[in-house]
């Protein structure tokens, strides 16, 4: 078969452009918007952790991650045959299409290792401010290879469970977002509230800095939606649009209804829409229009922000930066929303005889899954770090900040 395949180049140059723009979405994009909204002793922190994670993700993945996700296998996970990516060389082709077109494998393996990064990552804003590097270190390395490695497995790879059950999921509503939610919940569970919690103010630091990094993630889930293509071709370019228009809608919703309850639309309350929208487009880039992408973006940004803006606090949990509440959510609704929005009469890109109660079921057996695996695998992680080492400092230290406690230097020197 591989004898067949012909590595196109034009696919193989969009490729690596949207392997360096997911990177751009974590390193500066997720580190500034992180950053920018703890409190200034603890933007060292956080940015270290993203830097640290990504490191992780990278050699985890080389070494044996990228096997368990995308060799074959069985329907929950691959095997250990492409482990340190053993047999892949420059002229190793992966198909991409149906008619013969390949790029190269090493070039597809980056790019889902930027998306196994940018996932770990996206957990710790659920718990910033409070959690060890160290222990985060070790959560990255157990989490990466007993949660999401399977994950990916199951969703992408062609004999995984939930891709043999039809459940649609172009760009990683499951896979990314509902995944790192839940993980960040069940994150939450374990390490409990920051010391202060709804008791005295914690306000952002620095929403310049979240701004700038809102605004490099959007430029860089181009890369994260169109380029799941994997070719570069007019369903790129639908996902492109949609990956547009979603987190516009998003935006407006957000700051719509902040404006309806307070008066006063935040910028970033628009951050967080525009997210949200991204977050809910994400699985169903591919496949709905752009009209439903509008639809889609919109709801997921109410739904988000009723959360965020009324229920997490009425539930007394410290999910520090909505991790939960928006990629969790927002995933979920994406995901379930997808079924929808691939409705050929709403400008959908499904097939003549799409079925929607039949997609609907598949859709929800797909979200059932991924909550039930990154809940059950993210609580043995967790327990696993908690066993070995603590996963917070001492209150004095957690109050002077973690960027001292954790590496002994401050963002701001003034």
Partial sequence: MAGQLTIDSGDTAW?????????????????????????????????????????????????????????AGSWFVGGISKAGLAGIGADTAWAVGTDGKAVPELVFAAFQMTFAAITAALVIGALVERVRFAAIMAFATLWLTVVY??????????????????????????????????????GVA????????????????????TMVGAGL??????????GSALEANGLAAVAMVNTMVAPAAGLLAWMGAERFVSGKPSMLGGASGAVAGLVAITPAAGISGPVGAIVLGSAASLVCYGFVGSLKNRLRFDDSLDVFGIHGLGGIVGSMGTAFVALPMLGGHGAADYSLGWQLARQLGAVAVAIIWSAAGSAACFAIVKAIMPLRHERDAEREGLDIADHGERAYNY
Wanted: aromatic content about 12%.
């Fill in 217 to 226: 993630l959007w430029v860089g889930w181009f890369g994260f939606n169109a």
């Fill in 190 to 209: 374990f390490a409990g509230p920051r010391l202060g919690h709804l008791k005295e103010a914690m306000p952002p630091h620095s929403l310049a800095l």
């Fill in 149 to 186: 490695a399977p994950l990916a497995h199951m969703v992408w790879a062609s004999e995984g469970l939930l891709f043999k059950f039809g459940a649609i999921d172009f760009a990683g509503g499951t896979v990314v977002h509902i995944n790192s939610g839940v993980a960040g919940l069940i």
């Fill in 15 to 71: 490729m690596l452009v949207s392997t360096a723009l997911v990177m751009l979405m974590l390193l500066p994009g997720l580190a500034l918007f992180y950053g920018g909204l703890v409190r200034a002793k603890n933007l060292l922190s956080v940015m270290s952790q993203a830097l640290g994670i990504t490191a992780v993700a990278i050699l985890t993945w080389v070494l044996w991650n990228y096997s368990l996700a995308f060799s």
